[in-house]
């Protein structure tokens, strides 16, 4: 699906900024500093002529950002759609060397970072070559204040926006990296503004709704759902710098911030299902708990939905926008484990490993199409034939299957599954089966090598306090609920699985020896 070009990519700011000045626009937790759209619009413009004048950002220059949750990252964000500019927020939970390739492939002309990650910044500028450094510092004295007080000093030419098309890229978004080095999504307007309506119609976002963005702006779950399509209607966005389960409860209930929506993995909703103030909660006011990055498994939706509240299961990827798939809130129950259906600009393919579409009800894996998808890799041109199909596809490699009233279950990551004894394993359906041992907190499910089999599953569990469950019982319980090859030979128990900064699961970290 193409879109024309002609289309005027507006400035979403500047919009909210005539039509309701007075509207709340952000609200950063960490400094309690508060915007309307007319103060945000301001600190834009500050912010695009620091950019130019201070830094010498013009069209197509990359800004790198480094910085924990914070406005200043979204104000960062517009400033470059103002200059033409081309926004790269930086995932500080990488090391070094890894940020350092990620500037050396991109080549931004600042890095701009929080103060708490200066020491990583001052290095991964001098490794990198990176021929600017700023500091951020959540509202306080760094250069960025000082850069906006300077660019709001007499005689400073105002910016006059280049006119952008669709299909010009705004942000450059680089995946995690954990099957190689990480790649750079390029994210254009069109993407952004059609997730945005997608987002609106599946969510039920309004100029009066307030989202509480938790995941990591440099993630496309933090800066994309629902933080932008949040400033694409004119709700506000609500910045939480780190999560911690007591807080984000707190958050959640607390009837003055009126948080409507939020989007975050099971692990979040896991934790803090596990706060003592769980139950007595009052979550009456919200409107849409989004829940991706894996299944959720029942028994969490069913403890949320107890105190009334669906939670909705989605799927999407950086580069799809991210929303490919929704499931409406009413169906959480009924269609527990689909992740649910497109959106309306989205088209799917379940396919086989020839690409012929597989009969309904079998699993492949599953390809996007759509104004939403991006148009490739930041320096990959050459291996554009590698992740898209002859006529436009974009391979997404995750396994997948319709039942037959047409809603999308996601069963795996395609590297994820393993063969056991020649039968394909998908551990994400072996895990949704351990969750339903009562005492299980988290599992992730890996194959291990296996003299007789090839290969076999180690089930990695964490319990929840006071639990009394031991290897023979969940192999047991899962040996009720699956065929033979997919029961698990092994279980280790542990304290925490490791996460990346949005709460995925590393399986690629967890013990296999």
């Not at 021929?131 to 105002?158: F, K, R």
Request: hydrophobic share 40%; proline share 5%.
């Amino acid at each position: 699906m193409s879109t024309p070009d002609y289309i005027p990519v507006n400035d979403w700011i500047a919009h909210h900024a005539r039509f309701s000045p007075g509207g709340a626009a952000m609200h950063d937790l960490a400094s309690n500093r508060h915007f309307t759209y007319a103060e945000m619009h301001e600190r834009v413009d500050l912010a695009a002529k620091y950019l130019r004048d201070g830094l010498g950002i013009g069209e197509e220059d990359r800004v790198a950002v480094l910085c924990h949750n914070d406005t200043d990252m979204f104000e960062i964000q517009f400033a470059c759609r103002r200059l033409g500019a081309i926004f790269l927020p930086l995932n500080w939970r990488l090391a070094v060397p890894e940020l350092e390739y990620i500037c050396k492939d991109a080549a931004p002309k600042v890095l701009m970072y929080g103060t708490e990650l200066t020491e990583e910044a001052v290095e991964i500028q001098r490794l990198s070559e990176v021929p600017a450094i700023a500091s951020l510092n959540n509202g306080g004295d760094s250069d960025y204040e000082a850069g906006l007080a300077a660019a709001a000093g007499a005689g400073v030419a105002p910016v006059v926006a280049p006119p952008r098309q669709l299909t010009d890229i705004w942000t450059l978004m680089y995946t995690s990296g954990t099957t190689g080095r990480p790649k750079g999504a390029k994210i254009t307007y069109q993407m952004a503004v059609f997730n945005s309506i997608q987002c609106v119609m599946t969510t039920q976002i309004t100029c009066n709704s307030n989202n509480l963005v938790f995941l990591p702006i440099f993630h496309t779950g933090g800066l994309n759902v629902y933080g932008n399509p949040m400033f694409h209607t004119g709700g506000c966005n609500i910045v939480l710098r780190t999560f911690e389960p007591d807080y984000f409860l707190a958050l959640l209930s607390d009837k003055k911030l009126n948080i409507t929506h939020a989007l975050g993995v099971p692990t979040n909703y896991l934790m803090m299902a596990q706060v003592p103030g769980f139950a007595d909660a009052d979550l009456s006011h919200i409107v849409c708990l989004g829940v991706g990055g894996a299944a959720a498994p029942l028994s969490l939706i069913e403890d949320f939905g107890e105190k009334g509240i669906n939670l909705q299961q989605g799927w999407g990827m950086t580069e799809t926008g991210p929303l490919g798939l929704m499931l409406s809130g009413d169906q959480a129950i009924s269609r527990v484990g689909s992740s649910g259906l497109p959106p309306l600009y989205v088209k799917l393919r379940i396919v086989d490993e020839d690409e012929n579409d597989v009969v309904q009800g079998e699993t492949g894996e599953m390809l996007i199409k759509g104004p939403v998808v991006t148009p490739g890799y930041w320096n990959r041109e050459a291996e554009h034939d590698d992740f898209f199909t002859a006529d436009g596809w974009f391979r997404t490699g995750d396994a997948a299957r319709q039942d037959e009233d047409g809603y999308y279950y996601i069963v795996d990551r395609t590297k994820d599954m393993f063969i056991s004894g020649g039968e394909n394993v998908y551990p994400v359906e072996v895990e949704n089966v351990i969750f339903q041992l009562d005492g299980v907190l988290e599992n992730a499910v890996i194959g291990i090598p296996d003299e007789k089999w090839g290969e076999v599953g180690r089930a990695c569990v964490v319990l929840k306090p006071g639990a009394n469950l031991d290897e023979a019982a969940v192999i047991e319980h899962c040996d009720t609920q699956l065929a033979r090859f997919k029961v698990p030979k092994q279980v280790r128990f542990m304290d925490e699985l490791p996460h990346n900064a949005t709460g995925k699961v590393l399986k690629h970290e967890l013990p296999r020896d």
